[in-house]
């Protein structure tokens, strides 16, 4: 930016949709970014030559030339070229094949206007204070200090090493990671990673041997507290003369792009056993059928008071407790085949109570006492209400039933700064710690009736809400479950709420 004045950033909207496309021209010319249109893979090429635009918002499916392809031509034309993938919901796999070939960012469809505009101007800061960082380094070691302030602000952590490959700086994001700067200053930098075997200082100078500007490397990181995290290392020489034979390493956190990774494993497996269990539940229930007409037919012919009626009671029974469980797996794979999330503003607060009414309402834990903790001012969150409403059900049947109908249960809500999170704690009988790995499996179950599809389904809803679920137990004690919600805050705070309340179901 020169004279104080603000560049006009210019974006590019690459989609064949003309009403989508016209709608997100004109969102962002009202926000100030002069827009280019094009409405195939053919005419985007032709455009970026010619306009050059700062930003490419960019459809996945698109006449003359599919996205993809047109991504990788872009990268190929302008290594740092900033591109935002459009993708149909429920395409996480594309999404993961452009975030490889080089996409900035990712948005689905149908898209949110505000969250254009601030991916838009995120990407472009961002990309603004990257191409300074850049040029400062080209002007020598006199604007150390700006830079180190530039790294400050960066999303990725950044280290740099010595020639012996030993830590000597780290930004506030490596710190977050790994520790204090005092604490790390002076250690070899394979302490970041868990595996012995690994020699990241070796894969550098191998791969700058084989007249590479940068090396770049998936690792298994280590945080501080132990945790692990996947991440990309992306390593260049500095070459101030102070700094000769050191190397800046820029690592970014893929958690997220492993977790798309893992949900369409997850979704595939999914859908392969479904088909399987729909068949076979479809024979059980036609054996049923006939089963449990000719069981009460037999019922009415034999003696009342017979030994016989005794028998054939006992099979009528069990012909129920299967027809049940059968109703409840059809009903689980009809839910992995059509169930679409309608995700809006939604009171967590809301959530629970629901639950609880739906829990507690018919008196059959009327045993169970409970307490609820929500914070007050609590933050609205963008979920499918119903859906959550549902997970939190399950979570809190399982709960009672764990104590038999007979104890205490809490539901704690707290928020971390990346997301809320929801315990339910109870006073049951607990899970031994071998068998906690499986309870979300399907049809996993330690009780005598049921199909064992509760957890399963609240681990699906969770998913869809972009968290997770963790589980500490202590057989005899007690079980905890925790609730991962991502958060996406709404414009406006929900009404204040009590913050505790109790009541017996």
Not at 90 to 98: K, L, M, N
Not at 101 to 125: E, W
């Amino acid at each position: 930016m020169e004279n104080g004045k603000r560049k006009l950033w210019k974006i590019m909207i690459a989609d064949d949709n003309r009403t989508v496309n016209d709608v997100m021209s004109d969102t962002l010319a009202e926000y100030g970014f002069e827009t280019v249109q094009a409405f195939d893979g053919h005419e985007t090429l032709e455009l970026f030559d010619r306009e050059n635009p700062d930003l490419v918002f960019l459809d996945y499916l698109m006449p003359r030339g599919d996205g993809l392809d047109v991504l990788k031509k872009i990268r190929k034309k302008q290594p740092d070229a900033l591109v935002v993938f459009i993708t149909g919901e429920g395409s996480e796999d594309v999404a993961v094949q452009a975030m490889k070939s080089g996409a900035s960012d990712y948005v689905t469809k149908p898209i949110s206007l505000p969250d254009l505009v601030n991916i838009a101007g995120k990407l472009l800061r961002e990309h603004e204070i990257l191409q300074e960082n850049i040029r400062l380094k080209e002007r020598g070691d006199s604007y150390k200090d700006y830079l180190v302030t530039i790294t400050e602000t960066m999303g990725e952590a950044v280290v740099t090493i010595d020639r012996k490959g030993l830590v000597q700086f780290m930004n506030s994001t490596a710190r977050k990671l790994w520790g204090d700067l005092e604490e790390m200053k002076g250690k070899p930098v394979d302490v970041l990673v868990p595996d012995p075997g690994v020699d990241i200082l070796a894969d550098i100078r191998q791969a700058f041997a084989h007249g590479l500007e940068y090396a770049e490397k998936e690792y298994a990181f280590r945080k501080a507290d132990g945790s692990i995290f996947s991440g990309l290392l992306t390593a260049s020489p500095l070459k101030s003369e102070t700094y000769a034979g050191g190397i800046a390493l820029v690592v970014r956190d893929l958690t997220d792009i492993e977790m798309m990774r893992r949900q369409i494993i997850n979704a595939e497996k999914l859908a392969s056993l479904g088909k399987v269990v729909e068949g076979v539940a479809h024979e059980i229930r036609n054996s049923l059928t006939s089963l449990g007409g000719f069981s009460r037919r037999l019922s009415k012919s034999v003696e009342q008071d017979s030994r016989q009626k005794i028998y054939v009671d006992y099979i009528i029974e069990d012909v129920k407790r299967l027809e049940a469980m059968i109703m409840d797996i059809e009903e689980y794979v009809n839910y992995t085949k059509i169930h679409r999330p309608n995700f809006s503003k939604t009171s967590i607060g809301e959530v629970i109570d629901e639950a609880l009414v739906k829990t507690f309402g018919s008196g059959k834990f009327s045993l169970v006492t409970y307490e609820v903790s929500i914070p007050e001012n609590l933050e609205e969150i963008e979920a499918d209400h119903s859906y959550l409403v549902e997970a939190f059900w399950h979570l809190f049947v399982n709960a009672c039933e764990s104590m038999q109908g007979k104890g205490s249960m809490e539901v704690d809500v707290s928020l971390h700064p990346h997301y809320l999170i929801v315990d339910v704690i109870d006073s049951g009988r607990g899970i031994p710690s071998d068998e906690i790995k499986d309870i979300f499996n399907p049809f996993y179950t330690s009780k005598v009736r049921g199909a064992g599809l509760g957890l399963s389904k609240v681990y699906m809803i969770i998913e869809e809400h972009e968290g997770f679920i963790t589980v500490s137990s202590s057989v005899g004690k007690g079980t905890r479950m925790r609730v991962f919600l991502g958060r996406k805050q709404a414009a406006r705070d929900v009404p204040p709420k009590n913050t505790g309340s109790s009541g017996k179901g």
